[in-house]
C-alpha cells in the first residue's frame, strides 16, 4: 500500500477537503472507510486516471476476496492520490503512434470496427456502452476513423 506517513502536506487544505468529500460520497456503511473495490472509482471521480492494475499495485496487490471485502480510510487513502498523480501520463504522440500501428494502408484512418474490438479487448477493457460514447461522430462515411483526430477528441474529454 502507499505510504500513510508520506505528508497530506503536498495538497492544499482546499484539495484535501475536496478529497474527503467525495470519499465520504462513497463511504456507503458511514465507518468513514470505503471498500479497495472503489478506491479507483474515487481516483476517477476526483480527475485522476489510474488503470486497474495500478490501483491494484498501490493497495498492494490485494487478492478478488481482499478487493470486495476489505476497506480503507481516508488517511491511508489521501498519500495514493500522490502516487497516482505523479505516474506518467500517455502523450499525444504516444496514442498516435499505438493507433498507427493499426494504419494498414498508411493513410491516417483506421478502421471502425477494428478500434473498437481493440478497445473492448486489450489492456483496460471498456464496455460497449463506454466505447459508443467515445466513438460517438468519430467515424466517416466508410467507418473509417481518423486517429490523429480521435486521440485530439480523447484527450479533450
Known amino acids: 500500500m502507499a505510504d500513510p506517513a508520506a505528508p497530506a502536506a503536498e495538497f492544499?487544505?482546499?484539495?484535501v477537503e475536496d478529497f474527503k468529500e467525495a470519499f465520504g460520497l462513497f463511504d456507503r456503511v458511514g465507518d468513514s472507510?470505503?471498500?479497495?473495490?472503489?478506491?479507483?472509482?474515487?481516483m476517477?471521480?476526483?480527475g485522476?486516471?489510474?488503470?486497474?492494475?495500478?490501483?491494484?499495485?498501490i493497495l498492494g496487490s490485494p487478492s478478488d476476496d481482499d478487493m470486495a471485502n476489505k476497506r480503507i480510510n481516508f488517511?491511508?487513502?489521501l498519500p495514493m492520490l500522490k502516487v497516482v498523480d505523479t505516474a506518467?501520463?500517455?502523450t499525444y504522440d504516444d496514442y498516435v503512434e499505438g493507433l498507427r500501428v493499426f494504419d494498414?494502408?498508411?493513410n491516417g484512418t483506421v478502421m471502425g470496427a477494428e478500434l473498437r474490438i481493440v478497445l473492448s479487448t486489450l489492456g483496460e477493457k471498456m464496455s460497449e456502452q463506454e466505447i459508443d460514447a467515445l466513438m460517438q461522430g468519430q467515424?466517416?462515411?466508410?467507418?473509417?476513423?481518423?486517429?490523429?483526430?480521435?486521440?485530439k477528441h480523447i484527450m479533450s474529454i
Not at 139 to 151: C, K, L, P
Open 12 to 15: 492544499s487544505a482546499d484539495q
Open 33 to 42: 472507510q470505503v471498500a479497495f473495490s472503489q478506491v479507483a472509482d474515487i
Open 44 to 46: 476517477r471521480a476526483l
Open 48 to 57: 485522476q486516471n489510474p488503470t486497474n492494475k495500478e490501483v491494484r499495485a
Open 75 to 77: 488517511e491511508s487513502f
Open 88 to 90: 506518467p501520463k500517455g
Open 104 to 106: 494498414k494502408e498508411g
Open 139 to 151: 467515424e466517416d462515411e466508410n467507418g473509417s476513423v481518423h486517429y490523429e483526430a480521435f486521440v
